[in-house]
C-alpha cells in the first residue's frame, strides 16, 4: 500500500470540464490534485479535434443562453492569464428550413434574449455565404457573437495554470474506486488513497464505470460513436465574402450536422454529423452509412472511420461548394448522452461528497469555462450563482425530494 495523500478536493478526469475546475479551485488557494487516466489534452474521449463551435443564440434550447453569456467570461479569464488564443470570433451561421430545429430555436433563443442576430433568406445566403449550396426554400441565421474554442489548446492551458497556482496533478494514473462519504470521501488510484473533503467527477464517457448508479439515470447514459472529418477546400471563396463563419445545417430527413472552416492553414474544412433522424433507415432498420449512434465500451473506443464513414460524410459535403468530395482523414470520438440530452451538473443524495458532471450530449464544450466555475463553487461551498438548475442530476426523481 502506497502512504495516502490528504488533500481538500480531488478532481477525477482533466478533460473539458475537469482541467476547468481544477484551475479554479487552485486560483482560489484551494488545495486540490487532479487524477488523469491519460495526458492532458489526450484524443480518447470527446475533447479533441481541434474546434468546438460557441454560439449564444442556442438553438437546444432558450434556457441555456445566461449559461453560455457566463461561458464567454470565463472563457475571457482563462484566455487573459493563459495569455493565449483559445476563442475565436468567427459569427455563426445556422442554415435549414424555416421551422427547423437550427432556425426556429436558434431565432427564439436571440429573440428572447435580445440577441443581435441576422435573418437571411436564400437568396442573401448565396451572395454573403457562397459556399453552402442551398434550395429556395432554406434560410439562415447569422450571429456575429459566436465562434469557435481551441479545445486542446484549452485543456493544456487549464492544467498548466492549476499547477502553477499549486494543484498536483497526476497523469497516466486511473481511478480504480471513489467512496462517496459526506465528510471524507476517498479515491483509489491503484493502491494509493487519497482522502479529501470533497470529490469532482468528470470523466466523460467512463461517468458510470466509477459511479454504476448512474447507469439508469433517466432512462439511461448512453456513449455512442461519432466520426470528424477533413474535406480539402478545392476552390477559394471570392475575397469579397469576408471570413467563413462555423455553420450548423438542418436536412429535411433530420440530420443535424456542423461544420469549421480550416482554423490553421486554409486548405481544408471540418465537417460532423450530431444527430441523425431516427427515420434514416434501411430495409433492415440499420442507420445507413457508418451506424451513426453505434453504443461504444469506452475502455475499447469508439472504431476507426471507414469508407462508409466517408461516404456518408461525403454526401454532406456535396451541399458545399469548392469542398472536395471524400476527406483527406477522419477521426471517431464519443458522445456520452442523457435521455434528454441535456447535462448533469450537481450532486446525487446518495452519492455523499462528491460532485458531478457529465452526458454532455456532443454540445458540451463551449460551455466548460463556466461549468469549471460552477463545479468549483459546487465543491468549495456547496452554491452556485450560475444558472445550471436545469442540469439538476436529481431532475427525473419522482419521490418529491427536490422541487423541480
Not at 479551485?25 to 479535434?49: M, W
Not at 447514459?221 to 445545417?249: D, K, M, Q
Not at 430495409?283 to 469508407?307: F, I, Y
Request: glycine share 12%; aromatic share 6%; proline share 8%.
Amino acid at each position: 500500500m502506497s502512504r495516502p495523500l490528504d488533500t481538500d478536493t480531488v478532481v477525477v478526469g482533466l478533460g473539458a470540464m475537469g482541467s476547468q475546475t481544477l484551475w479554479r479551485l487552485a486560483r482560489e488557494g484551494v488545495d486540490a490534485i487532479g487524477v488523469e487516466q491519460f495526458s492532458p489534452g489526450h484524443d480518447r474521449g470527446s475533447s479533441h479535434g481541434e474546434s468546438r463551435i460557441i454560439r449564444t443564440a442556442y438553438l437546444e434550447g432558450a434556457e441555456y443562453v445566461p449559461f453560455v453569456r457566463a461561458s464567454w467570461r470565463a472563457w475571457d479569464e482563462l484566455q487573459a492569464a493563459a495569455e493565449a488564443r483559445l476563442v475565436i470570433r468567427s459569427g455563426s451561421l445556422m442554415l435549414g428550413r424555416p421551422g427547423s430545429a437550427a432556425i426556429a430555436g436558434s431565432t427564439l433563443a436571440a429573440e428572447k434574449h435580445g440577441l443581435a442576430h441576422e435573418y437571411l433568406s436564400a437568396s442573401a445566403l448565396a451572395e454573403r455565404h457562397p459556399r453552402h449550396l442551398m434550395h429556395p426554400d432554406e434560410v439562415g441565421v447569422f450571429e456575429e457573437d459566436a465562434g469557435v474554442v481551441l479545445p486542446e489548446p484549452a485543456i493544456l492551458a487549464a492544467v498548466r495554470l492549476a499547477r502553477q497556482a499549486g494543484a498536483r496533478v497526476l497523469t497516466h494514473r486511473a481511478v480504480t474506486r471513489i467512496e462517496p462519504d459526506p465528510d471524507h470521501p476517498r479515491v483509489w488510484v491503484g493502491d494509493t488513497e487519497i482522502r479529501a473533503r470533497r470529490v469532482v467527477v468528470t470523466t466523460g464517457a467512463w461517468l458510470t464505470r466509477l459511479l454504476p448508479g448512474l447507469s439508469d439515470l433517466g432512462g439511461g447514459i448512453r456513449v455512442e460513436r461519432r466520426v470528424l472529418g477533413w474535406f480539402p477546400i478545392t476552390e477559394p471563396l471570392p475575397s469579397t465574402a469576408g471570413p467563413e463563419p462555423v455553420f450548423a445545417r438542418d436536412e429535411p430527413d433530420g440530420t443535424l450536422w456542423f461544420g469549421f472552416p480550416s482554423m490553421d492553414d486554409g486548405r481544408t474544412l471540418k465537417i460532423g454529423i450530431h444527430a441523425e433522424s431516427e427515420t434514416v433507415r434501411d430495409a433492415a432498420g440499420r442507420r445507413p452509412g457508418s451506424q451513426w449512434g453505434e453504443p461504444v465500451d469506452p475502455d475499447v473506443g469508439p472504431r476507426p472511420p471507414d469508407e462508409d464513414d466517408a461516404r456518408r460524410l461525403g454526401d454532406l459535403a456535396a451541399g458545399l461548394r469548392g469542398v472536395g468530395p471524400l476527406p483527406e482523414h477522419m477521426v471517431a470520438c464519443m458522445y456520452t448522452m442523457t435521455s434528454d440530452e441535456h447535462f448533469l451538473i450537481g450532486r446525487r443524495d446518495e452519492l455523499p461528497g462528491l460532485v458531478l458532471a457529465g452526458g454532455f450530449s456532443g454540445h458540451g464544450f463551449k460551455f466548460a469555462s463556466a461549468v469549471g466555475v460552477a463545479l468549483a463553487d459546487l465543491a468549495r461551498t456547496g452554491h452556485t450563482d450560475l444558472p445550471i438548475g436545469m442540469f439538476d442530476p436529481h431532475r427525473w426523481d419522482t419521490d418529491g425530494r427536490r422541487p423541480r
